[in-house]
């Protein structure tokens, strides 16, 4: 047994230096403070490439709400002033009320994330599309002479519309959520309202994108894949205006002529009785294929002619449209080939409800105080090059 005893001893001496150091070690690691400093990467400056974009404004020190300040410490310490022990019923309406002011408390919390349809994380894919629908100069697969952005009113009513991507309405499928969307947004004063509040997020959000962004240059017979100088950042925000004023136009054309709803609804009769014609004269030609007789034939070419008729009464109409808008809004309604389609928009939402007028009203102003915007934060960035 004696051959053991030493290797035991020396096993004991052991575990105990050890099990003290790791006690020292581990009391000063929860002596100290455990917040942590984020430094800004290597490839951006701490306020960002035009001082409006904090690069660590919105990093969580959590260690620090887990352990106090010694002040916070100290008020959490102090005792209560000893009071006599309150009565029985005393405590019951305390008790009540604390319940009752939490429950209060997470209410407003539920009805508020219910009421959150334009959410963050729909912001960022916002930011996503408009930097992705920039393209600088010579740069791949357009390789235009002048940057520009292929953002318009039709694309990007196509890609939130088909995938929500962040917006979050309380509705039981897509029709009715696309639905349920456009009822917030066209309430009165909605707009103006989420304008204020929300753009200056948006273009951070951009700035952003534009600072993590690359793009295939081309070099003779190849390529190259390179960031986005602040140059070109700049001007991604100044294209990127273009196609906010582009609909704002538009939208100011139609409110200012209500004519051209009554127009709208003329053609989406056109657009029918075509429909209709074109049903009949499908039957019709059927029948005189199958029949193979001279009233069978006869007929077919009548139908033929009335489906023929329908379609140039309803082409004149859409031209009307078209025509009339642009004499309206002249140079400022230039750019992507939508009109007709933002026209028919518009009327689908105030079809049944004309008072939206003046929420599509406000819409082109918010569109191009937005573009106002996105021109000065252009500046902003070109100063501080």
């Known amino acids: 047994m004696n051959k053991f005893k030493i290797p035991t001893l020396i096993f004991v001496a052991v575990f105990v230096i050890s099990a003290a150091a790791l006690f020292f070690y581990v009391k000063k690691d929860l002596e100290e403070k455990t917040g942590v400093e984020v430094e800004a990467p290597a490839w951006v400056n701490e306020a960002g490439s035009s001082g409006k974009l904090p690069v660590s404004g919105k990093v969580a020190r959590s260690g620090n709400s887990i352990n106090p300040t010694p002040e916070k410490q100290e008020e959490q310490v102090q005792p209560a002033e000893k009071k006599d022990e309150p009565a029985v019923t005393e405590n019951k309406t305390a008790v009540h009320a604390a319940n009752k002011t939490e429950q209060s408390t997470l209410e407003k919390t539920v009805d508020k994330i219910k009421d959150s349809i334009i959410t963050e994380v729909f912001l960022d894919n916002l930011a996503q599309y408009t930097a992705d629908n920039y393209h600088p100069a010579e740069s791949l697969p357009f390789k235009a002479t002048a940057g520009f952005s292929t953002a318009s009113f039709k694309s990007i009513n196509m890609h939130f519309g088909l995938n929500l991507h962040g917006l979050m309405p309380d509705a039981q499928n897509l029709v009715s959520a696309r639905k349920s969307i456009w009822s917030y947004l066209l309430t009165p004063g909605k707009l103006s309202a989420l304008t204020e509040s929300e753009t200056g997020s948006l273009l951070d959000l951009i700035e952003e994108k534009g600072i993590l962004a690359e793009r295939k240059f081309v070099e003779g017979d190849s390529y190259s894949v390179r960031e986005l100088t602040r140059k070109q950042r700049a001007e991604m925000f100044r294209v990127s205006a273009q196609p906010l004023r582009h609909v704002a136009a538009v939208l100011k054309a139609i409110t ?12 989406i009769k056109a657009e029918k009785r075509v429909d209709s014609a074109n049903g009949i004269f499908q039957l019709d030609l059927a029948n ?7 009233s069978a034939r006869n007929k077919a070419a009548h139908s033929g002619k009335l489906l023929k008729e329908a379609i140039t009464i309803r082409e004149k109409i859409k031209t009307g449209i078209t025509q009339k808008i642009k004499s309206y809004c002249a140079e400022k309604c230039g750019g992507p080939d939508d009109l ?6 518009v009327f689908r939402r105030v079809e049944n409800d004309e008072k939206r007028l003046k929420s599509i009203t406000a819409g082109y102003e918010a569109l191009n105080r937005i573009a106002d915007k996105m021109d000065k934060r252009a500046e902003a960035i070109e100063k501080s090059m």
């Open 288 to 294: 005189s294929q199958n029949m193979k007789s001279e």
């Open 340 to 345: 007709f389609y933002i026209a028919q928009w």
């Open 256 to 267: 200012d002529n209500p004519d051209l709803i009554q127009a709208l609804d003329s053609y």
